[in-house]
């Protein structure tokens, strides 16, 4: 189906372990991001990509890396996994520059 | 860099009711792009309304509008004869002009009472 989606959807891992977060969009969207949401901050931006391989920080980088070899594709890695990166992580994807960004569903992952 | 504040953690209103929710921000880009996402127990994270810095004519959706004045950096949203389906929490966000980053508040949750 056309769209943007994530997985896995539900995520428990143990600290120190790595993690992959994928995200996948059908749309050929130049731009992708990575966020992750919070209560009480809202979403704040890890990453960001502006194109195949053009990848850049965004407000909360730390602990995490991304890579983007094919459009369609955007995977965020927690190379090694803490408590504090409990989260739901959202991707999302925008296509001609300024327009809206649209949402996958979100990623809940805990770490214990 | 961008900054979006939303001072209001949560709020209420009563069904058919009206209720602002407000949005400050600020930008360093001259031009630049305002939004309000709703984001209902789902988790799915919803376009609500998009308004262009450059229009100074405010950004309308059925019941939803925006009160945008840029000079005060203030973006807030109405929603008018509140329905049910509209207690979600609501994000605003911004994005500039020439980096294509969105930046988001801390977000507004809104109940609404029968």
């Known amino acids: 189906d056309a769209g943007i989606t994530q997985s896995p959807r539900y995520k428990i891992t143990e600290t120190g372990r790595q993690v992959t977060l994928m995200c996948h969009q059908t749309w050929s969207h130049s731009y992708m991001f990575w966020y992750r949401q919070d209560l009480g901050h809202g979403l704040r931006l890890i990453y960001y990509?502006?194109?195949?391989?053009?990848?850049d920080k965004g407000e909360v980088p730390d602990g995490y890396v991304v890579s983007r070899s094919k459009t369609e594709n955007f995977p965020l890695t927690l190379e090694s996994a803490t408590r504090s990166q409990t989260s739901v992580y959202f991707c999302?994807?925008?296509?001609?520059?300024?327009?809206?960004?649209?949402f996958g569903q979100g990623t809940r992952l805990t770490v214990v | 860099a961008q900054t979006v504040t939303q001072s209001q953690p949560e709020m209420s209103v009563q069904e058919a009711e009206t209720v602002t929710l407000s949005c400050t921000y600020d930008?360093?880009?001259?031009?630049?792009?305002l939004f309000w996402y709703k984001q209902p127990p789902s988790r799915q994270m919803i376009l609500v309304i998009r308004?262009?810095?450059?229009?100074?004519q405010n950004a309308t959706e059925n019941r939803f509008s925006v009160n945008f004045q840029k000079a005060a950096k203030s973006f807030s949203l109405k929603i008018s004869d509140s329905q049910l389906g509209d207690a979600a929490m609501y994000f605003c966000a911004a994005m500039g002009y020439n980096f294509n980053k969105f930046y988001f508040g801390s977000g507004t949750k809104l109940n609404v009472k029968p």
């Open positions: 930008t360093s880009e001259s031009d630049y792009y």
């Open positions: 990509s502006a194109a195949a391989d053009i990848t």
């Open positions: 308004q262009e810095a450059y229009k100074q």
């Open positions: 999302a994807s925008s296509g001609q520059r300024n327009t809206e960004a649209f």
